[in-house]
């Protein structure tokens, strides 16, 4: 029940920094977020999480599905964010 409650601390300030950056990206449609989205899960998430993969020895498939729900998440919330703000 206690990393439900941080999880949803943490989603919250993904969303507000992600917020941020929709905002000085200029991103104003649903498309247009999206594009943030998957720049922002690529030139961060993407790269750093793979570090497990390349100096853990973690399984690359295992990177894969976790960082498609990483990708689909921050395409969802950028792409909702932009038109809402």
Do not use: C, P, Q
Request: aromatic content about 14%; hydrophobic content about 65%; cysteine-free.
């Amino acid at each position: 029940m206690r990393s439900l409650g941080f999880r949803a601390v943490t989603t919250l300030v993904a969303a507000y920094v992600l917020a941020h950056f929709a905002i000085l990206a200029g991103a104003e449609t649903i498309t247009a977020g999206m594009r943030l989205g998957f720049w922002i899960w690529l030139g961060f998430v993407a790269v750093f999480t793979l570090d497990s993969v390349l100096f853990e020895m973690g399984s690359i498939k295992a990177w894969a599905i976790n960082n498609a729900y990483h990708l689909v998440g921050l395409l969802m919330m950028a792409g909702i964010l932009a038109v809402w703000k």
